[in-house]
């Protein structure tokens, strides 16, 4: 529980940062940069915040679905460009694909 | 009774969990393929009831509200695989930093132009940015960027289908499936789907995936609000 605490307290300062600065940046994007600047400070990761690491991401798909089924919400713009979405999606992949791999293999050693 | 058991925010809630739990039953009855991902059975699942009884969203997130309110504390939580991740990066951080950057930039700046062009219409474009950012960000980062929060999902889900269907070839054709470039590909490019896709290909392209996934959707989400 005192993982779950902590991501909550982390998630509070970053949505009243973002609040009170009027940052562009999600609040919870902030709490997650001042959770990653406080773990570098402290050199480790407290076990109560891999604890909860592991109880909640097999969960984070449940989480995500009942924003998700506002898609019954869409129809009539899926109905109209659904399959240019589809495209769009499809073929914008190789490109960033090939990008990617290109890098990752340019003059590597081994 | 029935009708009255269809307003019960409860029912809404325990409908979402049974329907993902159906959805990893699934997944691992089909030796959990990458193509059949637990969200997306849980979503067809809950659409296809609230189509079928004619219920409205709005009455549907009056239950599932309770489950979306855990999507903060899961972002804040991605810190953690993130801190381990800048561990493990540091022998080839510029190399990784630059393919992270212009690989996810290549394919959110293609598919933005496409959609400007072929589509025209802002809030969709807008929502398109974040195509390649892991769901729980994207869904977020889009509601920020003046996209639709649902239809940001959506594109999610599909971009990793398509990317764990279409990369892993594409790139043994190019001759450029090192474990380390397809697992960044895949990460970059199809995030959680990719990477449970490399899991399939191997530890060393499953280890590149999720490090790429969780860089590119911090990298996205910093960037993108400002640039949009």
Redesign the interface.
Known sequence: MTGLLILLLFLVAGNLIQAQFTLPVPGSIIGMLLLLFFLVLRGRTPSSLTDISKTLSPLLPLFIIPVSVGIVTQKALLEENGVALLVILAVSLIPGALVCAFIMNWKRKS | MFSQLLQMPLFWATL??A??II?QHLYRLLGNSAFL???LT??IL??AV??ATGVP?ET??EG??Y??L???????????????F?HAMKKEWL??S???T???G???G??VI??DI??G?LA?TAT?AT??VT???A???S??LGG????A???V???GV??AL??PP??KT?R???P???G??LG???HAVGTSRAIELGTQQAAYSAM?MTLTA?LH??AL??LV
């Not at chain 2, 855990?70 to 381990?84: D, N, R, S, W």
């Open positions: 979402t969990i329907a993902f959805g991902p637990p969200i849980g979503i809950v659409s609230l189509e969203f549907y997130m599932g509200q489950l979306h855990m999507l903060g504390p899961v972002v804040v939580m991605l810190a953690v695989p993130l801190y381990q800048i190399r990784i630059l393919a992270i212009l690989g996810s290549t394919t959110v293609l598919a496409l959609a072929w589509i219409d969709v398109m195509k390649s769901t729980p960000v869904v977020t980062l509601e920020q639709i929060s649902a239809l999902s959506a594109f889900i599909i971009t398509f990317g279409i990369i594409l790139l190019a450029m499936d090192s380390a470039a397809m960044l590909s970059v490019c199809a790429a911090t989400a910093l609000p400002w």
